[in-house]
């Protein structure tokens, strides 16, 4: 739950960031830290 509310404000933080550039480059960092996640198997203690 807690993971949930900060991916939100992450999110919010991309929709404040206009440079598209930059917008990208945060989304494939989010997504890799993910990715990275899932790997390791914690996706299920962050409960995404």
Same mark, same amino acid.
């Given at each position: 739950m807690i993971?949930? %509310?900060y991916?939100? %404000?992450i999110l919010t933080g991309i929709?404040?960031?206009k440079d598209e550039y930059l917008r990208r480059r945060i989304k494939m960092t989010i997504e890799n830290k993910i990715a990275e996640c899932r790997e390791?198997?914690?996706s299920e203690d962050l409960g995404v």
């Open positions: 993971f949930n %509310q991916m939100v %404000q929709n404040i960031v390791k198997g914690v």
